[in-house]
């Protein structure tokens, strides 16, 4: 055996070790706003460090190209069998490497190049794999976006129904990246269904809610879903489908051997964890004071000015115009950083700025939900942002922000950190 084998990371790789140390203290003293981050527990992060990263298990349970497969197999089918569980789906893959692969597997499957999509507008709340350009998925299909209401900024279905009577697309996409309101899948599929098109749901943002029951489930009313496993959901970083039965062997035979090799098999044991863990009442408790802290934090941001795209939310994140109150995204986004709190800049419907500058930001509450904060705290983060904007030149008023949020984190410490 190599000298290096049973050596701690310490001693291996310092400058490594040192990183993710200095990783580990920005995540426990900074305030995570982002919408698509959370914090796995401890067991979904001791799945992944497990030996199952050594398994080379191409193929599926009971049909892999690899001696050596009886436990991987075990791994997969008590993976596949939670994840059907949790959303009541037909079948399940849980072998993606992550979002855009999944999302990948399903263009394969359902649509040839050339071929018509319907998907949310990028700006509107879809996510880059709906149709962006610089993506595969502009570069290949021809999509035709939907989007929202101007006055209501809500999916503005009556054109969605246009759209699919003119273009009659192969494919419908439901789902996105910033749009914080309930989606009523039922309606978008009796439209694919009267033109014959297949109905994608990507619930990537959505899917620890969907879990828990306090967002609607697609899975009725989809032909295919698919979802990370790192945001809403609490997973390691991933991908996963669900699809109806009849769907299942042209989905499999797409992520493999079609986009991908050998399956992570150390990570699709952390998914089966974050199933186990998303099927448990706690899990109920935690989505429904994440639409709390959602909804508490955007309120504080209303009443002090800030216009919010919708006017609320019903899910974990919402939209915060910041031209409401004289700044650009960019410019609020590192406003927000230089006092550690961490959000994104985000276009927001109808924006006039360019995608790098951006008119909002994207603000979501499954991080700090997961570090226990309730709406008092919301209230109190919130606050700050809006002093911080009345007074974004003021060194002082920085220093003591800083001050107490440093304080408020010491308050909610990260789960666990591996190198304390
Ligand atoms: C709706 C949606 N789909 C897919 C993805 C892509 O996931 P990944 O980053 O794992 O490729 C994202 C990630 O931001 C997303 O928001």
Same mark, same amino acid.
């Given at each position: 055996?190599?000298?290096?084998?049973?050596?701690?990371?310490?001693?291996?790789?310092?400058?490594?070790?040192?990183?993710?140390?200095?990783?580990?203290?920005?995540? /426990?003293?900074?305030?995570?706003? &982002?919408?698509? +981050?959370? $914090?796995? #527990?401890? *067991?979904? =992060?001791?799945?992944?460090?497990?030996?199952?990263?050594?398994?080379?298990?191409?193929?599926?349970?009971?049909?892999?190209?690899?001696?050596?497969?009886?436990?991987?197999?075990?791994?997969?089918?008590?993976?596949?069998?939670?994840?059907?569980?949790?959303?009541?789906?037909?079948?399940?893959?849980?072998?993606?490497?992550?979002?855009?692969?999944?999302?990948?597997?399903?263009?394969?499957?359902?649509?040839?190049?050339?071929?018509?999509?319907?998907?949310?507008?990028?700006?509107?709340?879809?996510?880059?794999?709906?149709?962006?350009?610089?993506?595969?998925?502009?570069?290949?299909?021809?999509?035709?976006?939907?989007?929202?209401?101007?006055?209501?900024?809500?999916?503005?279905?009556?054109?969605?129904?246009?759209?699919?009577?003119?273009?009659?697309?192969?494919?419908?996409?439901?789902?996105? /990246?910033?749009?914080?309101?309930? &989606?009523?899948? +039922?309606? $978008?599929? #009796?439209? *694919?269904? =009267?033109?014959?098109?297949?109905?994608?749901?990507?619930?990537?943002?959505?899917?620890?809610?969907?879990?828990?029951?306090?967002?609607?489930?697609?899975?009725?009313?989809?032909?295919?879903?698919?979802?990370?496993?790192?945001?809403?959901?609490?997973?390691?970083?991933?991908?996963?489908?669900?699809?109806?039965?009849?769907?299942?062997?042209?989905?499999?035979?797409?992520?493999?051997?079609?986009?991908?090799?050998?399956?992570?098999?150390?990570?699709?044991?952390?998914?089966?964890?974050?199933?186990?863990?998303?099927?448990?009442?706690?899990?109920?408790?935690?989505?429904?004071?994440?639409?709390?802290?959602?909804?508490?934090?955007?309120?504080?941001?209303?009443?002090?000015?800030?216009?919010?795209?919708?006017?609320?939310?019903?899910?974990?994140?919402?939209?915060?115009?910041?031209?409401?109150?004289?700044?650009?995204?960019?410019?609020?986004?590192?406003?927000?950083?230089?006092?550690?709190?961490?959000?994104?800049?985000?276009?927001?419907?109808?924006?006039?700025?360019?995608?790098?500058?951006?008119?909002?930001?994207?603000?979501?509450?499954?991080?700090?939900?997961?570090?226990?904060?309730?709406?008092?705290?919301?209230?109190?983060?919130?606050?700050?942002?809006?002093?911080?904007?009345?007074?974004?030149?003021?060194?002082?008023?920085?220093?003591?922000?800083?001050?107490?949020?440093?304080?408020?984190?010491?308050?909610?410490?990260?789960?666990?950190?591996?190198?304390?």
């Amino acid at each position: 055996m190599s000298h290096c084998h049973n050596h701690s990371l310490n001693q291996v790789d310092p400058e490594i070790f040192s990183l993710i140390g200095k990783e580990e203290e920005r995540q /426990s003293n900074h305030l995570e706003l &982002i919408a698509s +981050e959370n $914090i796995a #527990s401890l *067991a979904v =992060r001791e799945a992944m460090q497990s030996v199952l990263t050594d398994k080379y298990a191409e193929g599926y349970p009971g049909k892999r190209y690899y001696g050596g497969c009886k436990i991987a197999d075990e791994v997969e089918n008590l993976a596949i069998a939670r994840l059907k569980k949790l959303y009541g789906s037909e079948h399940a893959n849980v072998q993606p490497h992550s979002g855009s692969q999944a999302n990948m597997a399903v263009y394969f499957s359902f649509v040839n190049p050339g071929d018509k999509v319907l998907a949310m507008d990028l700006s509107h709340g879809g996510h880059l794999t709906h149709g962006s350009r610089v993506n595969f998925s502009g570069k290949f299909y021809d999509i035709i976006p939907y989007g929202v209401d101007p006055k209501t900024e809500m999916i503005d279905y009556d054109l969605l129904e246009s759209l699919a009577n003119e273009h009659k697309p192969r494919m419908i996409v439901s789902g996105g /990246s910033a749009y914080s309101r309930k &989606i009523d899948f +039922e309606r $978008i599929q #009796s439209i *694919a269904k =009267r033109i014959n098109a297949i109905h994608w749901c990507d619930m990537a943002h959505y899917s620890g809610l969907i879990a828990a029951k306090e967002y609607p489930n697609p899975v009725p009313f989809a032909d295919v879903v698919t979802s990370t496993t790192h945001k809403s959901i609490r997973g390691p970083r991933g991908g996963m489908i669900l699809c109806k039965e009849e769907f299942a062997k042209k989905i499999d035979k797409q992520i493999f051997p079609g986009i991908q090799g050998g399956p992570l098999m150390h990570v699709i044991a952390a998914k089966a964890v974050c199933f186990h863990e998303a099927s448990q009442e706690s899990f109920k408790s935690y989505q429904i004071q994440v639409k709390k802290n959602a909804s508490a934090l955007s309120k504080v941001l209303n009443d002090g000015g800030v216009r919010i795209v919708s006017g609320g939310t019903d899910s974990h994140l919402f939209l915060a115009d910041m031209k409401s109150i004289g700044f650009t995204g960019h410019q609020a986004q590192e406003l927000l950083d230089s006092v550690q709190m961490t959000t994104n800049k985000n276009t927001i419907p109808f924006d006039t700025e360019k995608p790098t500058i951006t008119s909002g930001i994207r603000i979501g509450s499954p991080a700090l939900t997961t570090r226990g904060m309730k709406e008092v705290e919301m209230e109190i983060i919130g606050n700050w942002m809006l002093s911080l904007f009345k007074d974004p030149e003021s060194t002082d008023l920085k220093r003591r922000i800083i001050r107490e949020i440093n304080d408020l984190c010491e308050k909610f410490p990260l789960p666990s950190l591996l190198l304390s």
